[in-house]
C-alpha cells in the first residue's frame, strides 16, 4: 500500500492510505508536546476534559449524540508518548464514506468533531469547568492507584520508571499522583492555550476517500490552527543507561512478578536495519511460543506461569515479564540470563530462527487485516521520517542473518531488574492476568 503525504497547511500535515479494503476508517492526529514536568501532568488530565463537551456540543450526551449521528462513529482523546515526545492524540474510528446512501459525509462530520473539540472546548473566564478539572484528578488519581492492583502492569510500569530514573520527562507513578494537586482550572486552561494550541498537527488516515479530498476537510476545520516551532520530534535515540540497578517490593499476591530491563542500542533509523535485527533477536529470546524463554524457562525448567519479551524499536529497549514463584526469582533470572547467554555464543539452530521469521512474517502479513493495525505501523514511522512499507520491512526481516543476531545479542546489556516479592502462598493455577 502507498502512503500519500501532503502539507495541508503550515501547522497541519496529512498522511493517507487510500484503500477500500475496510467497512471502516480511522483517522488520527497526534500533537506533539514539549518535554516539560508540567506538560506531562496536565496532559494527564486534559483529554478528559476535553471529551466532556464543546462550544456547540456542551455535554457528553450531546457530542456523544452527534457521533451517534455519525453512524454511531467513536472518537478516543488520550495522553500517550511518540518515542519520548509527549503527546496529545485523538482517534476516530468512522463508517467509510462509500457505504453512506443519505449523502451525508461522515468522515467530514467526523473532523469537525475533532476541531471543535481541539479549537472550541468549553472554557469559563477562569479557565475549564472547576468540577470536570476536579473530577478528571480524581479519575486519573484512582487510575494511578489501581495500577498498584495489576501487579503484572505494575512491574511493567516501575521497571520503566528505573529505566529512565535521571529522564525528568518520565514520572514516576508517586511524582504523577503527588503532582495532580498542582493542576487547576486555570491552569490547565494556559497549557491548552500555550502548549496545545502550539503544537503542530499530524493526521493520519486509512479509507476509501482520495487524500486530497481529506487534506481539503482537514484544511477547511483546521485552517485556523497555528502552531510555532518550538516543538520539534525528537528522533528515535538508543539511550546509554545510568548504570544497573535492582529493586524487589514486597506485595500481598501469590505470584512473584520478575520485570528485566535490557538495552539493545538498536532504534528505527531510514535505512537502517539495525531494529530488524533486534525484532528477530526479540522472537528468539522471548518473542513468540517458539522461542528459548517460553521453550525453555518455562516449558522445560518449569520455572515460571509465563516467560515473554518485546522490543520497542523507537528506544531501543527490551524488556522481559515473569510470573514465577517468589521462592524461584534467582533461578528464574538466571535461567533467563541463560538463554541470552546462548544467543551471544550462537546456539541458534536451523529450526528456532525459521521458526522466528515465520511468526514475524504472520504478524506482518496480518496488518493489513485491519486499519488500525496499518495506522500504527506507518504513522511513527512517517513521523520520524522512516518511509519504509510493510513489505519491504518484511523483505529486510527475511534478509536478516544469524551472524547479526548473534553480533546484536553480544551488545546487548542488562540495565535494571524490578521484582514483585509475593508473600502469600504460591496458586499455580492462578490467573496471571488477575494480578
Given at each position: ?7 495541508v ?26 518535554h ?49 515526545n ?33 479549537l ?36 511493567a ?9 535521571e ?6 507513578l ?14 490547565l486552561?494556559?497549557f ?37 516551532d ?10 546509554p ?20 530491563g ?22 528468539l ?9 517460553f ?9 515460571c506461569?509465563?516467560?515473554s ?20 526469582r534467582?533461578?528464574a ?6 538463554q ?9 539452530s ?40 510493510v513489505e ?9 542473518t544469524?551472524e ?19 508473600t ?9 492476568s488477575?494480578?
Amino acid at each position: 500500500m502507498t502512503v500519500q503525504t501532503f502539507k495541508v497547511t503550515d501547522s497541519v500535515s496529512l498522511s493517507c492510505i487510500q484503500t477500500d479494503q475496510f467497512k471502516t476508517g480511522i483517522l488520527t492526529l497526534t500533537l506533539p508536546l514539549p518535554h516539560d514536568r508540567e506538560v506531562i501532568l496536565c496532559n494527564s488530565v486534559l483529554p478528559g476534559v476535553l471529551r466532556r463537551g464543546t462550544e456547540q456540543y456542551p455535554n457528553m450526551a450531546s457530542l456523544n449524540r452527534r457521533l451517534d449521528d455519525l453512524y454511531a462513529s467513536c472518537v478516543e482523546i488520550r495522553s500517550g508518548r511518540i518515542g519520548k515526545n509527549p503527546a496529545l492524540m485523538l482517534t476516530a474510528e468512522l463508517l467509510d464514506d462509500r457505504y453512506v446512501t443519505d449523502g451525508t459525509s461522515v468522515t467530514d462530520g467526523v473532523i469537525e468533531v475533532l476541531s471543535q473539540m481541539l479549537l472550541h472546548p468549553l472554557l469559563t473566564p477562569c479557565g475549564f469547568d472547576k468540577t470536570a478539572v476536579e473530577q478528571e484528578k480524581r479519575f486519573e488519581r484512582d487510575a494511578i492507584r489501581a495500577s498498584v492492583n495489576h501487579t503484572r502492569a505494575y512491574a511493567a510500569i516501575r521497571l520503566s520508571e528505573l529505566m529512565h530514573r535521571e529522564d525528568r520527562t518520565v514520572l514516576t507513578l508517586r511524582e504523577r499522583e503527588a503532582g495532580l494537586a498542582e493542576i487547576t482550572p486555570r491552569g490547565l486552561a494556559d497549557f491548552y492555550r500555550t502548549a496545545v494550541r502550539s503544537a503542530p498537527i499530524y493526521a493520519f488516515y486509512v479509507g476509501s476517500l482520495p487524500p486530497r479530498q481529506v487534506a481539503d476537510l482537514l484544511s477547511h476545520r483546521f485552517g485556523e490552527w497555528k502552531a510555532n516551532d518550538s516543538v520539534l520530534l525528537e528522533p528515535p535515540t538508543a539511550d546509554p543507561g545510568c548504570g544497573f540497578c535492582s529493586v524487589s517490593e514486597p506485595m500481598s499476591v501469590s505470584q512473584g512478578k520478575l520485570a528485566m530491563g535490557f538495552r539493545t542500542g538498536s532504534v528505527l533509523a531510514q535505512g537502517s536495519k539495525a531494529a530488524s535485527v533486534a525484532t528477530v533477536f526479540n522472537e528468539l529470546l522471548g518473542g513468540s511460543p517458539a522461542s528459548k524463554l517460553f521453550l525453555n524457562v518455562r516449558e522445560k525448567m518449569g520455572l515460571c506461569y509465563y516467560c515473554s519479551s518485546s522490543y520497542s524499536p523507537y528506544t531501543g529497549i527490551l524488556t522481559v515479564f515473569s510470573g514465577i514463584e517468589t521462592a524461584k526469582r534467582q533461578q528464574a533470572e538466571e535461567a533467563i540470563l541463560a538463554q541470552l547467554e546462548e544467543l551471544r555464543q550462537g546456539k541458534i539452530s536451523d529450526t528456532e530462527f525459521h521458526a522466528a521469521r515465520v511468526s514475524l512474517e504472520n504478524a506482518y502479513r496480518q496488518i493489513y487485516d485491519n486499519p488500525a493495525d496499518l495506522q500504527s505501523f506507518y504513522e511513527g514511522r512517517r513521523l520520524f521520517g522512516i518511509s519504509d512499507t510493510v513489505e519491504e520491512l518484511r523483505r529486510t526481516i527475511a534478509s536478516v542473518t544469524q551472524e547479526e543476531v548473534i553480533h546484536l545479542a553480544k551488545q546487548v546489556t542488562l540495565d535494571a531488574v524490578f521484582f514483585v516479592e509475593g508473600t502469600l502462598p504460591s496458586a499455580e493455577q492462578e490467573d496471571e492476568s488477575d494480578e
